[in-house]
Structures are given as C-alpha cells and as structure tokens.
C-alpha cells in the first residue's frame, strides 16, 4: 500500500474529462501539490466544467488538437463508452507517455487495442480523494516498469492510500466496493436523515447528526485493529436501543442479502462494460 504524498513533481500531465471523478482527483492532486498546476492540461468539451478547472489554475483545452506534443502521464476520467470513441486520438503521446484509465469494465487488453499497445495501467479511485480521504486499486498492464507504476502510485496517494493488485480481476470487485462505495454510504446517510426528521429531529439537527455519527465511525474504524463486527457488538448492549434496531437489520440476514445483490450488481454491471467495448 501507497500512502505518502509526494512533493510537487515536473510531470506533464493531461486529464482527459474533468467531470465529477476527474475534478476531484485534479482536486486532490493540485491541494497536496503533488502536481505543478502548470504542468496540467485538461480537455473537457463542456464549458461549465471547462471553467471550473481553469479556477484551479490549470491549463484547459476545448479539443485535444490544442494540446503540447509532449506529455509523461495522461490519464483517461471518462466514462468507457467515451474512452472507447476518444482514446485513439492520444495514440501520439504513446511512445513516451504512460496511460491511467480509471474507467470501470475497460481492461488493459482493451485499453491497449484502443491505444496501439500503450503502457497502461488501470486505476479505480473514489470520490473521497478529493479531500485525501480516498482510496485507490491500481493494475498495471504489459511494459509498464516498476519505476512507472510507483510514480502513478504516489500520485494517486495524494487522494488518500493506495493498493497494487496483482490480478486485473481484483478491479472489477474493488469497483463495486470502493469505487461505487460512497453512493451507498451517501444513500444511507440521506435514509436515515429522513428517518431522524420522521422522529423529531430538527432537519438541519438530523443532517448534522448523520454526517458527525458517519464520519466518527468511520473514523473509529480506521484507527481501531478491531473487526467491523467486533465494533458492532461493543456498541450493542443487550437489552438496549441498539440491539432493538439491529434484530430488524440482521434478521433472516436481510441487510446482508441485500449488500450482497448490492454490490454484485456493480460488480456485473463492470465486467459487462467490457465485453461492451
């Protein structure tokens, strides 16, 4: 795992999207100056995207055909479909860039056929690396040298710890967990907000109380060795409140039934996107 931050680096870099994903990686990168804001290219067609980026003191493009003749990294934040239709246009940066793509479904096999055999590695973030509180799952394709691959690793470690797999498989799981993960998160805070309101809560009082209670748990997890589940039962006293609302979670293993569909209909919907391409 990749956790420290480096310093400023002179790699020229282009970000191809600047959407929801790609601003907050530009986000995460350029706060932890990890990159030299005058090193970055973004091309992102749409304007109020386009605007938002060049705020952060970058170098934006319309169009690639406007972009310098040399670059080190280009990563790929779009979605496979529009990687698909664009990728072949940066074939020109292959000979001394390496290629990111933090798509999910697209393998190197078909990231390479796209790219003329580029050095790819694949990447899958989340949405918390904008404020360094992510994570990220990197592979890397065929060529790629560790030198490489370190340099792709301490970059997206600005956003929050990164992990090396070894198996390309790994990404379409790490996908339903991580990379889909804060949706679920979000959804289940915006349940149990509406829950607080039905109680009697205050709405601003129950939107600070999910956030706060969230936020500490997840916290208290990360700095504890102890298991999730031993952290359930250290909360749960019997006979209390917990315990009351927990029989209707863990009854007949509802909730978990429902994870598991959850997470195994990410985890299909990724290995489709790339029988798809």
């Known amino acids: 795992m990749v956790g420290k931050v480096p310093s400023a680096v002179a790699d020229r870099l282009i970000l191809v999207g600047c959407g929801n994903m790609g601003y907050a990686l530009l986000s995460g990168w350029l706060g932890s100056k990890?990159?030299?804001?005058?090193?970055?290219?973004?091309?992102?067609?749409?304007?109020?995207?386009?605007?938002?980026?060049?705020?952060?003191?970058?170098?934006?493009?319309?169009?690639?055909?406007?972009?310098?003749?040399?670059?080190?990294?280009?990563?790929?934040?779009?979605?496979?479909?529009?990687?698909?239709?664009?990728?072949?246009?940066?074939?020109?940066?292959?000979?001394?860039?390496?290629?990111?793509?933090?798509?999910?479904?697209?393998?190197?096999?078909?990231?390479?056929?796209?790219?003329?055999?580029?050095?790819?590695?694949?990447?899958?973030?989340n949405t918390p690396t904008a404020i360094g509180k992510g994570s990220t799952v990197v592979f890397p394709g065929d060529g790629v040298q560790e030198l490489n691959l370190n340099r792709v690793a301490s970059l997206f470690a600005a956003g929050g710890p990164v992990h090396k797999v070894d198996n390309e498989s790994v990404l379409d799981a790490a996908t339903a967990i991580s990379g889909s993960g804060p949706a679920y998160i979000f959804y289940f805070m915006e349940c149990l907000t509406i829950a607080a309101h039905e109680l009697g809560l205050p709405e601003e009082l129950a939107i600070k109380l999910v956030k706060e209670t969230v936020y500490g748990a997840g916290a208290l997890a990360l700095q504890t060795e102890s298991e999730p589940a031993q952290l359930r039962r250290q909360v749960t006293s019997a006979n209390g409140t917990t315990e009351a609302a927990l029989s209707l979670l863990t009854a007949e293993d509802k909730l978990l039934c429902l994870i598991r569909r959850t997470t195994k209909a990410a985890f299909d919907r990724s290995k489709s996107l790339s029988a798809n391409a």
């Open 34 to 125: 990890a990159l030299d804001p005058r090193n970055v290219h973004v091309v992102e067609p749409l304007a109020d995207l386009r605007e938002r980026a060049a705020r952060l003191g970058i170098k934006v493009h319309e169009t690639p055909e406007s972009l310098p003749d040399q670059a080190d990294l280009v990563v790929f934040a779009l979605k496979p479909q529009a990687i698909t239709a664009e990728s072949p246009i940066y074939r020109r940066f292959s000979e001394q860039a390496i290629f990111v793509s933090i798509a999910a479904g697209l393998t190197i096999r078909d990231l390479r056929t796209l790219l003329g055999k580029a050095r790819v590695i694949r990447a899958m973030p």
